[in-house]
């Protein structure tokens, strides 16, 4: 029996974007205002959940850009395409720019690269996250010890059309571009598995000395990003970036349970690197310096932090209150928004329903798409005029 639902129309949107429903970009947030790319980016980022002729639909009807590409790119690890990003375009008299977008994670296989912690060592660039280099086209590892010793090769390997490979056709898609338009760059994109599948394209990059693609790469753009490497990563990645002078923007939203995963802790040492611009339930912003584990913290004795637990219990109970207390803030917030903000920020009743559910689990619902949206319009345009490196 035809299935009455198509999944491949122009007109489908998927659960995540029914979350916000929003095709047009902000008309009060022109080319110029420092929050344009920024704003541009998360609503990018956003559409890449959607499938190829909804985003090309958005794009081109009601963005007025060029729609460049669709990929649906394959993971060795769970047999299937998983990865999918798109290629835009952004042109105007003053600049011309190409915007990388990777999609976040949708379904059961995107948790499974997610929940995949292993550690892959690349010499040179410290360890990352072995799930997202596998989702990214990492297929060379071997078990060494308890961490996975990687290497991906900077010549294309030889692949099956039908199974193309994220990190190779998005690159040499972008040679091309750049090839072809000697005054255009590019910005990559995405929010949660996406944000960090947008940081690490450039790190192998990096990795691979593209420096051609590197020097014309203008920034990075993350909403709700996971942790993806080490300490030793962070280090690698903060030296590149200066090098090629490549801005990297990782936004973060409330009490986002994404960004603190995968865990800091004795066992996992993912950490971030650089600032974050990290956004309240008042949309109003500050930078916050890079993560770094405390001294006192780090040389604590067992016995220390067994009596610190007593302290530890009561400062979770608080910050739950805190975080409840926000949650219902939030949702009474999603009532009056559109009259207190404007008629483009109204919330439809699906999100104000999970508003309403996410009281109970505040960290979760703060991780949606529309807060980002709006954390990119109605922040402070200061935000995005400092250059993090």
Partial sequence: MERLINEESEDYLSVIGHIDTRMDLNKDIKHGDARYYPALSMMAAKIAYENELFIKKVISRHWNMEFVKFYKCYNENLKTKTTEAFIMREGNAEDDKFIVAFRGTTDAYDWCTDFDYSWCHIDGMGRTHRGFMIALGLREFSLLYEDYK??????????????????????????????????????????????????????????????????????????????????????????????????????????????????????????????????????????????????????????????????????????????????????????????????????????????????LCPDFINHNPQDYVNSTMLGSQDLFKYCPH
Avoid at 340 to 358: N, Q, S
């Fill in 150 to 359: 990687c290497d991906f090769p900077n010549n294309q390997i030889e692949q099956d059309p039908e199974k193309p490979i994220a990190y190779y056709v998005i690159r040499d898609k972008l040679k091309e571009i750049m090839a072809e338009n000697k005054r255009a760059k590019f910005i990559v994109t995405g929010h949660s598995l996406g944000g960090a599948l947008a940081i690490l394209f450039p790190a192998i990059l990096a990795y691979h000395g593209e420096v051609e693609l590197l020097e014309r790469m203008e920034a990075v753009y993350t909403f709700g990003q996971p942790r993806v490497g080490n300490a030793d990563f962070g280090k690698f990645m903060k030296k590149k970036l200066r090098e090629f002078n490549i801005k990297y923007y990782r936004v973060v939203y409330g009490y986002d349970i994404v960004p603190r995963l995968p865990f800091d802790n004795a066992w996992m040492k993912f950490k971030h690197f650089g600032t974050s611009i990290h956004f309240n339930s008042f949309y109003c912003g500050k930078i916050v310096e890079e993560e770094a584990i405390k001294k006192d913290e780090k040389e604590a004795s067992i016995m220390i932090k067994i009596l610190r637990m007593p302290n530890e219990i009561v400062k979770s109970f608080m910050n739950f209150i805190i975080k409840t207390l926000n949650a219902k803030w939030e949702l009474m917030r999603g009532l009056i928004i559109g009259l207190t903000a404007g008629p483009y920020y109204k919330e439809g009743w699906f999100l104000i329903g999970l508003r309403y559910i996410g009281i």
